[in-house]
């Protein structure tokens, strides 16, 4: 893993600033930088009233700033997203199966539901305690499509256009790891990642890859968008800060 200084952190993930997590804190100060300083209190508070929240359409790039009800933080790292619903979703799995599978959002539905109730906890320092969430472990769809030999690794995009992310086969196929379609006992809402999204309950709220729509079997690990700005691949709540409680105990 790239532990040097990362190429283009910046303002995207302005929150950083000051979070007392050891290397995080260095990222923060360079991410940040007198212009996030001074101008993001304003930008927040215009930003809210213009926007109301939903945030979709912010052209700023600074939507990691606004809340989203709840203790959450809104993040995109796209300026725009388009809304999908039950009749325009599409999750596809492919790569190294034999059994290739696009699946509609009845299709997820149809099939036996997880709920998990964990804290939500992000790297910048955020966390939202007992979070419900629920959809479908991502192992049952890994199963259906009959994996190759070769298959090491997952690759997961989004219909943001943007945003990736990855696991290694093991820690794809653990037990709480969804492809998830509610939280807080609700459908997923579009701010949220909705209609779907991957959930990784052992992991920092990055590897949560929202408005999931690919799931490629690779051969190998390909870093995802945080990680190759310097995030950890593996980001285990507790092990990549040392701060946190041991999500194995
Ligand atoms: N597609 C996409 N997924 C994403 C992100 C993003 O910018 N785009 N940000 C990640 C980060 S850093 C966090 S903390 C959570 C935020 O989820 P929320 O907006 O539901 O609070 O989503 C994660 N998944
Ligand atoms: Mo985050």
């Known amino acids: 893993m790239n532990e040097d200084v990362p190429k283009g952190v910046s303002d995207e993930h302005p929150e950083e600033r000051g979070t007392p997590i050891g290397r995080r804190v260095f990222l923060g100060t360079l991410a940040l930088g007198a212009v996030g300083v001074v101008a993001a209190p304003p930008l927040q508070r215009g930003l809210e009233r213009f926007l109301g929240g939903a945030a979709d359409n912010d052209p700023t790039g600074l939507t990691g700033l606004l809340p989203n009800g709840g203790g959450f933080r809104y993040y995109s790292v796209a300026s725009s997203v388009p809304r999908k619903t039950a009749g325009n979703y599409r999750l596809t799995v492919n790569g190294l199966v034999d059994r290739p599978a696009t699946y509609t959002l009845d299709d997820l539905r149809a099939l ?23 959809g479908v472990r991502l192992s049952r769809l890994l199963d259906a499509a009959r994996l190759r030999p070769t298959a090491k690794a997952i690759r997961f995009t989004c219909f943001d256009g943007t945003y990736t992310e990855s696991l290694t086969l093991d820690q794809a196929r653990r037990a709480d790891v969804l492809v998830a379609l509610r939280m807080q006992d609700k459908d997923l809402g579009h701010s949220h990642g909705g209609p779907v999204r991957l959930y990784v309950a052992p992991m920092y709220f990055y590897k949560s890859a929202k408005w999931l729509s690919g799931i490629t079997v690779t051969d190998e690990v390909r870093p995802g968008y945080w990680e190759e700005r310097g995030y950890d691949v593996d980001a285990w709540v507790g092990r990549s800060n040392g701060r946190d409680d041991d999500p194995t105990s």
Do not use: I, K, L, S
């Open 112 to 134: 036996p539901q997880t709920r998990m109730v964990r804290d939500v906890q992000c790297v910048t320092g955020w966390r939202v305690p007992d979070t419900p969430f629920e």
